[in-house]
């Protein structure tokens, strides 16, 4: 994926989808809102997917930890994170 490959990036959002999902919503009560930081997170995934290391932890556990950081961003400022 930190290739650019979509077909990757894809398996990778159907996948996780649901998990980053219920994260946001958990945390935050306006489904835009919600909707925006699920975005957030998968384009910060894609941005960072070659920093990521399975040995260190899973890809469910770092989509969950980009998602909270989004969700943190979107709390403190009302906007995305970049």
Same mark, same amino acid.
């Given at each position: 994926?930190?290739?650019?490959?979509? @077909?990757?990036?894809? &398996?990778?959002? !159907?996948?996780? *989808?649901? #998990?980053?999902?219920?994260?946001?919503?958990?945390?935050?009560?306006?489904?835009?809102?919600?909707? @925006?930081?699920?975005? &957030?997170?998968? !384009?910060?995934? *894609?941005? #960072?997917?070659a920093g990521f290391l399975d040995s260190l932890g899973s890809v469910?556990?770092?989509?969950?930890?980009?998602?909270?950081?989004?969700? !943190?961003?979107?709390?403190? #400022?009302?906007r995305p994170a970049t």
């Amino acid at each position: 994926m930190s290739r650019g490959d979509e @077909a990757a990036f894809c &398996d990778l959002l !159907a996948r996780y *989808r649901s #998990t980053v999902y219920a994260t946001a919503y958990a945390a935050l009560a306006d489904p835009e809102q919600v909707d @925006a930081t699920v975005a &957030d997170a998968f !384009a910060e995934a *894609r941005r #960072t997917a070659a920093g990521f290391l399975d040995s260190l932890g899973s890809v469910s556990g770092w989509l969950t930890h980009l998602t909270r950081l989004c969700i !943190a961003a979107r709390l403190h #400022t009302g906007r995305p994170a970049t």
